[in-house]
């Protein structure tokens, strides 16, 4: 069995459980995931965390596709 833990998604202010995560990360949870809502977003919390952690995967539970706009090329 894999262990995850959902962080749900933030509100007006990023409130991020970062020594929650660390501390996940070094007992060797699988994956934290992180979702969005309008004026919320997913993939920032995920690179933030991302960045201080050596093992756990990244997922986002939701992401609002049609908020997004798509990549150009120059």
């Known amino acids: 069995m ?4 959902m962080l749900g998604y933030a ?3 990023i409130e991020l459980p ?8 070094r007992l060797g ?6 979702a969005e809502a309008y004026g919320s977003d997913a993939v920032s919390p995920l690179a933030w965390l ?3 952690t050596q093992n756990i995967k990244l ?5 609002q596709m ?3 706009t798509p990549p150009t090329r120059p």
């Open 59 to 63: 997922g986002t539970a939701i992401m």
């Open 11 to 13: 509100g007006r202010r």
């Open 66 to 68: 049609p908020g997004r």
């Open 18 to 25: 970062v020594e929650l995560v660390k501390e996940a990360d």
């Open 2 to 5: 894999r262990l995850g833990i």
């Open 29 to 34: 949870v699988y994956a934290i995931w992180t």
């Open 50 to 52: 991302g960045a201080q």
